[in-house]
């Protein structure tokens, strides 16, 4: 049991920032680096829910904040992620992810990504400065040659919140590049249209799409992981659904604070 919650991934971030890292990241030669979907201030929560034998469990949680810092004289938003594990499962497998990335302000590329995970007592950290004038990004250290717009996994879940969906047609794939544990990943998301959801927190219009997940992690790669995103000005993650090597996760937004835009993709709360 233990080595079923290690591989259903209550790893980075509890799941979440690996999940909707893979399905909101975009190409820096797509849309405009300028945001309009969230702004300094903002707050949110989301539950982590893992299916085995038929039966959904609350398995952690993760939490996003962002704020407006001046750093060296630039405007930079300083994003964090934090994940654990549900009070249930700290006694079995604990779980403590804290990552961290800042984002130029006019540029939305990341300046630099840092990653603090301790999992069931094994700890990863990591620093990565990235220079996007050189082509480059020195992670503890060591230097790499990046491709023009290359995105963090936590700086790209915000860059491409500000992709205009309406651009596009169901079915058409969208490219991006991911610097994710020093290698430099080409997949895509795909657009798959609109539709109405119902989640944990409530009933939404949304967006549905589907990324090429990354194969040799806790996914077997390929197009099997769902995404919904609300179909307002937030595009905010309301739901990522997809099978893993054992059972299957769901990650649905409980909280939410300081939005930028009105969330008029709300229909209704659940009781």
């Known amino acids: 049991m233990k080595e079923s919650i290690k591989m259903f991934g209550l790893k980075h971030i509890a799941v979440i920032v690996f999940l909707l890292a893979n399905a909101f990241a975009a190409s820096a030669q797509g849309d405009a680096a300028r945001n309009t979907s969230f702004k300094d201030g903002e707050r949110l929560t989301f ?17 996003f904040s962002t704020d407006l810092e001046d750093i060296n004289g630039k405007k930079e938003y300083h994003i964090t992620g934090d994940g654990k594990t549900s009070h249930s499962y700290e006694w079995f497998f604990k779980v403590k992810d804290r990552y961290e990335t800042y984002i130029d302000k006019e540029t939305m590329l990341p300046e630099r990504f840092v990653r603090d995970v301790n999992e069931g007592g094994t700890k990863i950290n990591q620093d990565v400065t990235f220079n996007h004038k050189k082509g480059e990004a020195i992670s503890n250290k060591k230097l790499y040659t990046i491709p023009k717009g ?38 895509y998301i795909k657009y798959l249209g609109k539709e109405q959801i119902t989640t944990k927190m409530g009933t939404f219009n949304a967006i549905k799409i589907v990324p090429l997940l990354i194969q040799g992690t806790i996914f077997t790669g390929g197009e099997k992981m769902t995404i919904w995103v609300s179909d307002d000005e937030n595009h905010l993650p309301l739901r990522v659904d997809s099978p893993i090597l054992v059972g299957s996760v769901k990650v649905d937004l409980m909280e939410y604070s300081n939005l930028r835009n009105p969330f008029t993709s709300m229909i209704s709360k659940a009781d």
């Not at 539950?47 to 939490?63: D, E, P, Q």
């Not at 491409?160 to 794939?173: E, T």
């Open 47 to 63: 539950h982590v829910y893992y299916n085995m034998s038929f039966v959904w469990v609350n398995a952690g949680t993760a939490k």
């Open 150 to 187: 290359t995105q963090d996994i936590l700086s790209s879940i915000f860059y491409a919140r500000n992709i205009d969906y309406n651009r596009y047609k169901p079915g058409d794939k969208i490219p991006f590049n991911l610097f994710l544990d020093d290698k430099v990943y080409n997949v």
